[in-house]
């Protein structure tokens, strides 16, 4: 809970880019409606899962990760002041939830990295724009997919400040603004371990095959 209080803490320093739509409903679960959390739980929890899930790679302790985050979020939401939007508060708390049970994991375990395709019991939601003119043969969905595990396992492979800022600007679509917010960092931070998680995954890719060298 040490890291958890500390992220917390560095967000009261943060201005808001743009007006917090959570705002409302936390001042209403602040005043002890529960009803008000549900609705933040509804809106956010599949964007906590695909984080956790992607930092993680396994759905059920990912599902268990945000479960626990919702319920500290719950506990510590009278301390929220809105320095920093709900969501990216939220955040921090998923992901600092979720570094601690990669921990627990990495200590149960001597597998290195863990394979994104395996025991996977959904895609978090991702959706491939078929061709306009007709379906992709099977050969092609088959060749979609490959690449996306090669992506998944490489993204996998990075160190988990390298994963956190692609998980969260590539998949998620964080401006630098949010995401050092939520990572307690400088934006110039972000951009740099950006450019070195993606120069990581291209690497990996072109030892995966999954890139032609040139590109």
Avoid at 122 to 150: A, F, T, W, Y
Wanted: net charge neutral; proline share 3%; charged share 30%.
């Amino acid at each position: 809970m040490a890291d958890e209080t500390n992220n917390i803490a560095l967000l009261s320093n943060t201005n808001k880019e743009e007006p917090d739509p959570d705002a409302p409903f936390v001042v209403r679960v602040q005043q002890g409606d529960v009803d008000a959390f549900e609705h933040l739980v509804g809106r956010h929890q599949k964007r906590m899962l695909n984080i956790a899930f992607r930092l993680l790679g396994d759905y059920d302790e990912a599902c268990e990760c945000v479960q626990d985050a919702f319920v500290a979020a719950f506990r510590h939401i009278g301390s929220f002041r809105g320095a920093a939007k709900f969501s990216t508060w939220l955040t921090t708390i998923t992901l600092n939830h979720a570094r601690n049970r990669l921990k627990q994991l990495r200590s149960r375990t001597n597998r290195i990295a863990y394979s994104l395709d395996a025991g996977v019991k959904s895609d978090d939601g991702e959706i491939r724009i078929d061709p306009p003119s007709r379906e992709p043969s099977v050969l092609d969905r088959l060749q979609e997919q490959d690449l996306k595990d090669k992506v998944r396992n490489c993204i996998q492979a990075l160190d988990v400040e390298y994963r956190e800022v692609i998980i969260l600007r590539d998949l998620q679509d964080f401006s630098y603004g949010e995401i050092g917010s939520t990572l307690g960092v400088r934006e110039g931070t972000v951009k740099s371990r950006l450019f070195r998680a993606r120069e990581a995954v291209k690497d990996c890719l072109k030892k995966a095959g999954g890139i032609a060298d040139g590109t």
